[in-house]
């Protein structure tokens, strides 16, 4: 079991785009192998582009729910408690009627990275920051004293920074058209312009990520709905 003594630097192209890992403690270089295999395993299993997959499976009435794995299992019950905690605007399903597969992408890459993340802390590795194409989880101070410094980029230009959070055991998503175009779909009116983009902080990547996603689809303001996570904070550009 081999020791990486001055930290730990990884990129892997997984889930669609790429996932990068900053240790800097010094890190069992096969724990960080494994988060990385868990993130293929997810891929696999929950991606709506792989015609083999579970997700997959499921939206083509080939495998019920009750049947597959554990993890989807979870995962599809965190999506609908979501979907009824944002009132709707988070729908890992409602697009099914108009020709919209089964799609938890919207959850399943913050919470594949809050899993990833996990098992680095289990092995006691508790400095960290992994990146998921602009979604980020950063545990410990690099330094040990001072945050992780995260950067949101600008809506109408990805190449410059407006603002920069520190972050320090806490998790930053955003949604907006910077990885995939306009990926974020809605069924629903709302009032308003639609925002440029949605950034969300808090404890979990998977529901800050879903909160995101659900905030940009109602149009950027903020819902009702959102005292029901206080832990969470919003920012809309």
């Known amino acids: 079991m081999t020791l990486a003594t001055t930290g730990f630097r990884h990129v892997e192209q997984v889930m669609g785009t790429a996932v990068s890992f900053d240790v800097r403690v010094p890190a069992k270089t096969v724990s960080v192998g494994g988060a990385i295999d868990l993130l ?28 597959a794995c554990p993890e989807v299992r979870e995962v599809l019950v965190r999506c609908s408690e979501l979907r009824e905690a944002t009132d709707g605007w988070f729908d890992h399903e409602g697009g099914q009627s108009r020709g919209r597969p089964l799609d938890p992408s919207g959850y399943v890459k913050g919470w594949s990275i809050d899993r990833a993340a996990e098992l680095l802390r289990f092995d006691g590795i508790d400095r960290f920051c992994i990146n998921a194409g602009g979604d980020v989880v950063a545990m410990g101070r690099p330094d040990g004293e001072n945050p992780w410094r995260v950067g949101v980029r600008k809506p109408a230009n990805a190449a410059e920074i407006a603002t920069v959070v520190g972050v320090v055991d806490a998790a930053v998503a955003t949604s907006g058209t910077y990885e995939r175009g306009g990926h974020v779909w809605s069924s629903r009116t709302h009032s308003g312009g639609q925002p440029g983009s949605v950034t969300v902080m808090g404890p979990e990547l998977g529901v800050a990520d879903a909160l995101a996603t659900a905030v940009f689809a109602a149009g950027g303001g903020a819902p009702d709905w959102l005292h029901r996570f206080p832990e969470y904070r919003l920012l809309v550009l």
């Open 40 to 67: 293929h395993w997810v891929d696999e299993t929950f991606s709506i582009y792989r015609a083999d997959s579970q997700i997959s499976r499921i939206g083509r009435g080939e495998l019920g729910s009750d049947d």
